[in-house]
């Protein structure tokens, strides 16, 4: 029982699967959308969970140092297959190392319009 935010950002980046036996094999780029849900049990004194503002800077902090890169080259990514379902725990493990007072519940990552994977700890 509780309160839930979403909010939905993106971020413009190029990958390639490592092992992969197809076309993803090779560099190539999505505009990927992330859902970052966060919850919390009481509400602040003004009423909220958290700031949407505050919410969007902290993801936005993360997103930009995903944004117009190569995902292969980022050290995290560099032993670790950088497929959309690493890349959505990748945002929210970066997101528990900030200082918050809520719960990150799910972090959603689509390559495109159809097609999406999440993390989220049970």
Not at 89 to 100: A, D, T
């Amino acid at each position: 029982m509780g309160y839930e935010l979403k909010i939905i950002r993106q971020f413009s980046a190029a990958h390639s699967l490592r092992g992969y036996k197809g076309k993803c094999e090779e560099l190539h780029g999505h505009n990927w959308k992330v859902e970052l849900v966060v919850s919390k049990e009481k509400l602040n004194s003004l009423g909220m969970v958290v700031d949407f503002k505050n919410l969007k800077k902290k993801l936005n902090s993360i997103l930009s140092q995903l944004d117009h890169r190569y995902l292969n080259k980022i050290d995290y990514f560099k032993k670790i297959n950088p497929t959309s379902e690493n890349i959505a725990r990748y945002i929210f493990e970066k997101l528990k190392e900030k200082n918050i007072s809520y719960k990150i519940k799910e972090v959603v990552v689509w390559e495109s319009e159809d097609a999406s994977a999440s993390f989220k700890e049970e």
